[in-house]
């Protein structure tokens, strides 16, 4: 089967956007070839996929709840993870016994719209609803302006100083001027609400809308009847700079939410539409990279990105992987080099073999987690749409009772106290408060090459105090270094490293990598080399008409007595005379390892290794990096006793690793980070994935959790101490409807802006 196109929850088909405009039967996506265009299969599964659909229709973060509801008891939906920050949703379903025509069904008499998701085209249908709710904000804002103009000659003019015919007009004048807000405006509010009422729910927009439609009625009816038993004051200032300030906090959630997801977006329309492919006859043709195969060769030039994994045949040039990887340097690939989907051609024109297409290459990988991660919630986000509702039904019963408890007092006091409780009490920064700081957070990482698996992870991440790492692939590269060099008298060090590169350049033995690494130059030419297996290299060298035998290995190999110098692993060389030289190897840090201990403990965490590597190999790096505690020669179930104990301690630990044998202490860990070239196994378990391998990024993501929760933290205690002193405010009648409105909108307009403040990473 041919890899699936890989969806992105962000955008749109157009052609899927418009067929539901048209009429079009939703079960035209029935048809495999049209699901399989936002869906994939389900890793580890032959009979299920998961698809991607971008819901409209969602004002709030509380209708995730509701849509996941509408979906989940559907044939063949085995799960539903609907994120109301981004309305996306994720579906995992078996072909065998549902059909996305269903889904699509089921969402219209829930009263939302589906949309399937493709990542090769542009989202229509969203960034519409952008330009909208901007056109929205707009009117409201010019309407406030003018009913606010209204309305300040009736604050500030002394009894009797203003005649009744001039109050009438500005009355008049200022409910001419509230209607566009009301019809145009508020109509996302009033349709989420009727939405919800026709269902039989309470979303948070129904007391929304029911203190607009109460305060706008009751100042009409004030309007047309100034004598009447409404008293003579009216609110459409209040109502028009309610739904201003309401307007404002959405539309910067909105701002926030694009943004968080720029990341995800920016990986998610990489690719591009068209690729030159070559004939085997020498011809070339564009071809849209669905078409792509294994085996296929194109031709990509300068400027151009690789549209899948493969080899390079014919040229040389430079790749830009930072938006993969993180790595910010171009690298210098030529023929027999790996390219990766995703990354740009910044050199010359060159000839790929394509290996991998679709959901099978790296880049596909990627945008899947990230996908998945997207749609994830936070466990409190969780718990505040389930209790949403109970606090809405609270609400409008404390409004229902203000109201009866005031209208001895006049049917205008008792009508303005329920306004109040019914717009103070808009839960709407409270249930923004986590996701939107989980979100920005994500994002952050994400555009520094860090993919976040489980948003829950931050939460976690943020109370760890020990760090234990695992040491080979992970603070170590694949690489020996030279640490030092031994010499006979006469004989020059860089003359010993030129011959030992000299022998080395014939074997891929790691030793003898490090010592082809670490000799200058060329080095002479050697002859009739020969390697023995796990003993070293002999050549023969010819000079000044002279030859020479040198050989290059273990002590043994060489015909010498020579042990290890300080516990390092030594190479020998010698030649007929005997010794030569004696070269002191170590394993070569990985890049910005110090560095990256720096920055744990200047967080106060307690870092440690975990290896099965000797442990004389491990007390040396440990040293050498500044460990306290590093324990060698353990085993997979030795590193997992080993965390549980901690973890038996009270100890929050963070596990990094990127081996197989990593697997089941990255499970158990409280917190999992793998490297970007860890194996499949090691990268299923974690739950952060640093791309580039910078251990850097370990610190990084450490950090961000400790502000993430800090952010949620304040924003919880802001939501909660607003509520605890407006509530009973607005129902002891000391706050009017406009104090109330301005208080709701103030308290979403903070939570949003203190969530951006994650969506720039601290260094």
Same mark, same amino acid.
């Given at each position: 089967?041919?890899?699936?196109?890989?969806?992105?929850?962000?955008?749109?088909?157009?052609?899927?956007? *418009? $067929?539901?405009?048209?009429?079009?039967?939703?079960?035209?996506?029935?048809?495999?070839?049209?699901?399989?265009?936002?869906?994939?299969?389900?890793?580890?599964?032959?009979?299920?996929?998961?698809?991607?659909?971008?819901? *409209?229709?969602?004002?709030?973060?509380?209708?995730?709840? %509701?849509?996941?509801?509408?979906?989940?008891?559907?044939?063949?939906?085995?799960?539903?993870?609907?994120?109301?920050?981004?309305?996306?949703?994720?579906?995992?379903?078996?072909?065998?016994?549902?059909?996305?025509?269903?889904?699509?069904?089921?969402?219209?008499?829930? @009263?939302?719209?589906?949309?399937?998701?493709?990542?090769?085209?542009?989202?229509?249908?969203?960034?519409?609803?952008?330009?909208?709710?901007?056109?929205?904000?707009?009117?409201?804002?010019?309407?406030?302006?003018?009913?606010?103009?209204?309305?300040?000659?009736?604050?500030?003019?002394?009894?009797?100083?203003?005649?009744?015919?001039?109050?009438?007009?500005?009355?008049?004048?200022?409910? &001419?001027?509230?209607?566009?807000?009301?019809?145009?405006?508020?109509?996302?509010?009033?349709?989420?609400? +009727?939405?919800?009422?026709?269902?039989?729910?309470?979303?948070?927009?129904?007391?929304?809308?029911?203190?607009?439609?109460? #305060?706008? @009625?009751?100042?009409?009816?004030?309007?047309?009847?100034?004598?009447?038993?409404?008293?003579?004051?009216? +609110?459409?200032?209040?109502?028009?700079?309610?739904?201003?300030?309401?307007?404002s906090?959405?539309?910067? *959630?909105?701002?926030?939410?694009?943004?968080?997801?720029?990341?995800?977006? /920016?990986?998610?329309?990489?690719?591009?539409?068209?690729?030159?492919?070559?004939?085997?006859?020498?011809?070339?043709?564009?071809?849209?990279v669905?078409?792509?195969?294994?085996?296929?060769?194109?031709?990509?030039?300068?400027?151009?990105?690789?549209?899948?994994?493969?080899?390079?045949?014919?040229?040389?040039?430079?790749?830009?992987?930072?938006?993969?990887?993180?790595?910010? %340097?171009?690298?210098?690939?030529?023929?027999?080099?790996?390219?990766?989907?995703?990354?740009?051609?910044?050199?010359?024109?060159?000839?790929?073999?394509?290996?991998?297409?679709?959901?099978?290459?790296?880049?596909?990988?990627?945008?899947?987690?990230?996908?998945?991660?997207? =749609?994830?919630?936070?466990?409190?986000?969780?718990?505040?749409?389930?209790?949403?509702?109970?606090?809405?039904?609270?609400?409008?019963?404390?409004?229902?009772?203000?109201?009866?408890?005031?209208?001895?007092?006049?049917?205008?006091?008792?009508?303005?106290?329920?306004v109040?409780?019914?717009?103070?009490?808009?839960?709407?920064? &409270?249930?923004?408060?986590?996701? $939107?700081?989980?979100?920005?957070?994500?994002?952050a990482?994400?555009?520094?090459?860090?993919?976040?698996?489980?948003?829950?992870a931050?939460?976690?991440?943020?109370?760890?105090?020990?760090?234990?790492?695992?040491?080979?692939?992970?603070?170590?590269?694949?690489?020996?270094?030279?640490?030092?060099?031994?010499?006979?008298d006469?004989?020059?060090e860089?003359?010993?490293? $030129?011959?030992?590169?000299?022998?080395?350049?014939?074997?891929?033995?790691?030793?003898?990598?490090? &010592?082809?690494? /670490?000799?200058?130059? %060329?080095?002479?030419?050697?002859?009739?080399?020969?390697?023995?297996?796990?003993?070293?290299?002999?050549?023969?060298?010819? #000079?000044?008409?002279?030859?020479?035998?040198?050989?290059?290995?273990?002590?043994?190999?060489?015909?010498?007595?020579?042990?290890?110098?300080?516990?390092?692993?030594?190479?020998?060389?010698?030649?007929?005379?005997?010794?030569? /030289?004696?070269?002191?190897?170590? *394993?070569?840090?990985?890049?910005?390892?110090?560095?990256?201990?720096?920055?744990?403990?200047?967080? @106060?965490?307690?870092?440690?290794?975990?290896?099965?590597?000797?442990?004389?190999?491990?007390?040396?790096?440990?040293?050498?990096?500044?460990?306290?505690?590093?324990?060698?020669?353990?085993?997979?179930?030795?590193?997992?006793?080993?965390?549980?104990g901690?973890?038996?301690?009270?100890?929050r630990? $963070?596990?990094?690793g990127?081996?197989?044998?990593? @697997?089941p202490?990255?499970?158990?860990?409280?917190?999992s980070?793998?490297?970007?070239?860890?194996?499949?196994?090691?990268?299923?378990?974690?739950?952060?994935?640093?791309?580039?391998?910078?251990?850097?990024? =370990?610190a990084? =993501?450490?950090?961000? /959790?400790?502000?993430?929760?800090s952010?949620?933290?304040?924003?919880?205690?802001?939501?909660?101490?607003?509520?605890?002193?407006?509530?009973?405010?607005?129902?002891?009648?000391?706050?009017?409807?406009w104090?109330?409105?301005?208080?709701?909108?103030?308290?979403?307009?903070?939570?949003?802006?203190? #969530?951006?403040?994650?969506?720039?990473?601290?260094?």
């Amino acid at each position: 089967m041919q890899a699936a196109a890989l969806p992105s929850p962000l955008s749109v088909a157009p052609q899927a956007a *418009e $067929a539901p405009a048209r009429g079009a039967d939703a079960a035209a996506l029935d048809d495999r070839a049209e699901w399989e265009s936002f869906s994939r299969p389900v890793k580890g599964r032959d009979d299920a996929w998961e698809s991607y659909l971008a819901i *409209e229709g969602m004002y709030c973060p509380g209708c995730s709840l %509701t849509v996941e509801d509408a979906l989940k008891p559907l044939p063949g939906v085995e799960d539903v993870q609907v994120n109301g920050a981004t309305a996306t949703a994720r579906v995992v379903w078996t072909p065998q016994r549902g059909r996305p025509s269903q889904w699509l069904e089921a969402l219209q008499r829930a @009263g939302y719209r589906g949309l399937p998701a493709s990542d090769q085209l542009v989202a229509v249908p969203r960034r519409q609803a952008q330009r909208m709710l901007l056109w929205r904000w707009l009117v409201a804002g010019f309407c406030m302006m003018q009913v606010m103009m209204y309305a300040v000659p009736a604050y500030v003019a002394a009894p009797g100083e203003m005649t009744p015919d001039v109050a009438a007009l500005l009355r008049w004048a200022a409910w &001419l001027l509230t209607l566009p807000v009301l019809v145009f405006s508020c109509r996302p509010f009033f349709a989420s609400a +009727w939405r919800d009422l026709r269902h039989a729910r309470v979303g948070m927009d129904v007391p929304v809308s029911l203190g607009i439609l109460i #305060a706008f @009625g009751a100042s009409t009816a004030v309007t047309f009847d100034p004598q009447g038993p409404m008293g003579g004051e009216v +609110w459409y200032d209040s109502v028009t700079m309610f739904v201003f300030f309401l307007l404002s906090g959405r539309l910067l *959630e909105q701002r926030l939410r694009d943004r968080t997801a720029g990341a995800l977006e /920016a990986l998610a329309r990489r690719l591009p539409d068209t690729v030159e492919r070559l004939a085997a006859d020498g011809g070339a043709e564009r071809v849209p990279v669905r078409r792509l195969q294994a085996g296929d060769r194109i031709r990509l030039r300068a400027g151009e990105v690789f549209p899948a994994d493969g080899r390079i045949l014919e040229g040389e040039t430079q790749v830009d992987e930072a938006l993969l990887t993180g790595e910010s %340097t171009p690298l210098p690939r030529a023929a027999g080099q790996g390219v990766i989907a995703g990354s740009a051609n910044l050199g010359g024109t060159i000839v790929v073999l394509v290996e991998r297409t679709g959901a099978d290459t790296r880049y596909g990988q990627i945008v899947a987690m990230m996908e998945r991660a997207s =749609v994830e919630k936070p466990a409190i986000a969780r718990l505040a749409d389930r209790l949403a509702t109970p606090f809405l039904l609270a609400v409008l019963f404390a409004a229902g009772a203000a109201a009866w408890w005031w209208w001895p007092q006049g049917p205008g006091q008792a009508l303005g106290v329920a306004v109040a409780v019914l717009i103070v009490t808009c839960p709407c920064a &409270l249930s923004l408060a986590t996701p $939107a700081a989980t979100l920005a957070a994500a994002g952050a990482l994400a555009r520094r090459g860090i993919l976040v698996q489980r948003l829950d992870a931050l939460e976690s991440g943020a109370s760890i105090d020990t760090v234990v790492f695992d040491k080979t692939g992970t603070l170590t590269t694949d690489r020996m270094s030279v640490r030092s060099v031994r010499t006979r008298d006469g004989v020059a060090e860089q003359e010993a490293l $030129a011959l030992a590169g000299a022998l080395a350049r014939h074997s891929l033995h790691p030793a003898s990598r490090a &010592l082809a690494d /670490a000799a200058s130059g %060329t080095g002479p030419q050697v002859q009739a080399v020969q390697e023995q297996g796990g003993r070293g290299v002999q050549g023969r060298l010819e #000079a000044a008409g002279a030859s020479r035998t040198l050989r290059l290995g273990s002590a043994a190999f060489c015909g010498i007595a020579a042990g290890e110098q300080a516990g390092f692993p030594q190479v020998h060389l010698a030649d007929e005379s005997g010794w030569l /030289a004696s070269f002191a190897l170590e *394993e070569t840090l990985r890049p910005g390892a110090p560095e990256a201990m720096a920055g744990l403990q200047r967080l @106060g965490l307690q870092p440690e290794v975990l290896s099965g590597d000797q442990p004389a190999a491990v007390q040396r790096l440990a040293q050498r990096l500044g460990f306290s505690s590093a324990l060698g020669g353990q085993t997979p179930q030795h590193k997992l006793d080993h965390v549980a104990g901690l973890q038996a301690h009270g100890h929050r630990v $963070a596990m990094v690793g990127d081996g197989m044998n990593d @697997g089941p202490v990255l499970a158990r860990a409280d917190l999992s980070i793998a490297l970007g070239q860890a194996v499949p196994v090691a990268q299923a378990r974690a739950d952060f994935i640093i791309q580039g391998g910078q251990l850097e990024g =370990v610190a990084a =993501v450490l950090r961000q /959790a400790r502000r993430t929760r800090s952010v949620v933290r304040q924003n919880l205690f802001w939501a909660g101490l607003y509520n605890a002193v407006s509530v009973p405010l607005a129902i002891a009648g000391q706050m009017p409807p406009w104090l109330a409105g301005l208080g709701m909108a103030a308290s979403s307009l903070l939570v949003v802006l203190n #969530a951006a403040r994650l969506a720039r990473l601290r260094t």
